[in-house]
């Protein structure tokens, strides 16, 4: 079988699309799945020119106001695709809802295949971040009706989790919905070395740190965790909250921590290499923290507790599928005090933290990134086998 992935957004960009799509493409390819990846060329982003099997490049322009996306250029685009409409394909899977929903729908209805979505993102709690002009409800409204239109343009959606498809249903979506999340690779589970990013960020070993992992953006609520770090500071004097990752509100999250007296106790840690040093920032921390409240998974959460991280965070749309009983986490309601008391305890009481540690690795190990593959290739096949039926086809569009 072979799958035709679009998406307008891939490596170099670090974010969750970028992790679940080379996942799964490998893990995939392991179980006799081929696929072939079309997405953004990042001109001015020497590591996008790294040649990667499988992967066309097209060229792509900047989007305003937003250093790290690239948004594809529709006739150079079109012209990939024509070119590939004599390679054998049997499926396209949609990864993201902008120029590549329009462009491989309209590629599937000229070569006539089935066509497919991954629902990754929840954008009616977006658009108000990006189009702060745009009234609230009028932003969820404008999101619903665009997200509705899109998933009936396909045969069947996946969402990363149940909370995510139960927000589809309620929509109004008819389309079938299928949850299957984004599983962890054998290779995020090699010990980082706490250490060595200590070592790295010039911080001494005995320094608590309370660490976030993840794309700098409003919609992930971390100004709630520097305000609440406050709280924490308070308890822990030496503690230190680290901000890894890039994004758009880097400078307003560094304004907020100068301007709460905490300047030299935020160290934003920017882009770290995703083999590397990322599994040694993940090791080095003593509490992962996490509040974001658009997640329609939370792979990050994963990545830290198979890294033994004891891990405080609110469990809010997709976050609620991972934050389960005897997961090795604490969830703490999305107010100040509560949240920085459970950061508190997992810093002050070593058995609760290693107990947490413990719990998180096994609980992680359970979300295999080959069992999630094999369960995506089982929906392929259902949906090509249900493609060849004409009558499951005419009950389709009744």
Same mark, same amino acid.
């Given at each position: 079988m072979r799958v035709l992935f679009i998406s307008d957004v891939y490596f170099p960009r670090v974010n969750g699309v970028s992790t679940s799509i080379r996942t799964f493409r490998e893990d995939l390819a392991r179980s006799g799945v081929q696929t072939l990846l079309v997405a953004p060329e990042y001109a001015d982003r020497p590591r996008s020119h790294a040649q990667e099997h499988g992967v066309i490049r097209v060229p792509a322009g900047r989007v305003p106001g937003d /250093?790290? !996306?690239? %948004?594809?250029?529709?006739?150079?685009?079109?012209?990939?695709?024509?070119?590939?409409?004599?390679?054998?394909?049997?499926?396209?899977?949609?990864?993201?809802?902008?120029?590549?929903?329009?462009?491989g729908t309209r590629f599937a209805r000229r070569t006539g295949i089935p066509c497919i979505e991954t629902y990754h993102t929840f954008f009616e709690e977006y658009v108000h971040h990006y189009v702060p002009a745009l009234p609230r409800a009028a932003g969820r409204a404008l999101a619903r009706a665009v997200t509705r239109s899109q998933c009936h343009d396909v045969q069947a959606l996946i969402a990363p989790s149940e909370p995510l498809r139960q927000s589809l249903l309620e929509y109004g979506?008819?389309?079938?919905?299928?949850v299957v999340?984004?599983?962890?690779?054998?290779?995020?589970?090699? /010990?980082? !070395?706490? %250490?060595?990013?200590?070592?790295?960020?010039?911080?001494?070993?005995d320094r608590p740190l309370v660490t976030y992992i993840g794309r700098v953006a409003h919609e992930k609520n971390i100004e709630f965790l520097v305000r609440m770090f406050v709280r924490v500071r308070a308890a822990v004097p030496r503690a230190l909250l680290v901000i890894?990752?890039?994004?758009?509100?880097?400078?307003?999250?560094r304004r907020l921590a100068a301007s709460l007296g905490l300047a030299g106790d935020v160290l934003f840690a920017g882009y770290l290499d995703r083999d590397t040093m990322l599994l040694d920032c993940y090791a080095a921390a003593d509490v992962f923290v996490f509040a974001s409240r658009t997640e329609t998974q939370g792979l990050v959460l994963l990545e830290a507790m198979a890294q033994g991280a004891p891990i405080v965070s609110t469990a809010e749309l997709g976050t609620r599928s991972i934050l389960l009983p005897g997961c090795g986490a604490?969830?703490?309601?999305?107010?100040?005090?509560?949240?920085?008391?459970?950061?508190?305890r997992v810093l002050t009481d070593n058995g609760?933290?290693?107990?947490?540690?413990?719990?998180?690795?096994?609980?992680?190990?359970?979300?295999?990134s080959a069992a999630m593959a094999a369960r995506m290739s089982d929906l392929y096949r259902a949906v090509l086998?249900?493609?060849?039926?004409?009558?499951?086809?005419?009950?389709?569009?009744?």
């Open positions: /250093p790290e !996306d690239r %948004r594809l250029h529709w006739r150079a685009l079109d012209r990939a695709l024509h070119a590939l409409q004599s390679t054998e394909l049997d499926l396209v899977h949609i990864q993201t809802p902008f120029i590549a929903h329009y462009a979506i008819t389309t079938p919905v299928h999340p984004t599983g962890l690779p054998a290779d995020r589970f090699i /010990p980082g !070395d706490g %250490r060595r990013f200590r070592e790295y960020a010039g911080l001494p070993g890894a990752g890039e994004g758009p509100a880097r400078e307003p999250l604490l969830v703490a309601e999305e107010r100040i005090d509560p949240f920085a008391a459970a950061v508190t609760v933290a290693q107990a947490l540690a413990q719990r998180g690795r096994s609980y992680a190990r359970a979300w295999s086998a249900q493609a060849a039926n004409p009558i499951a086809r005419c009950v389709r569009r009744m």
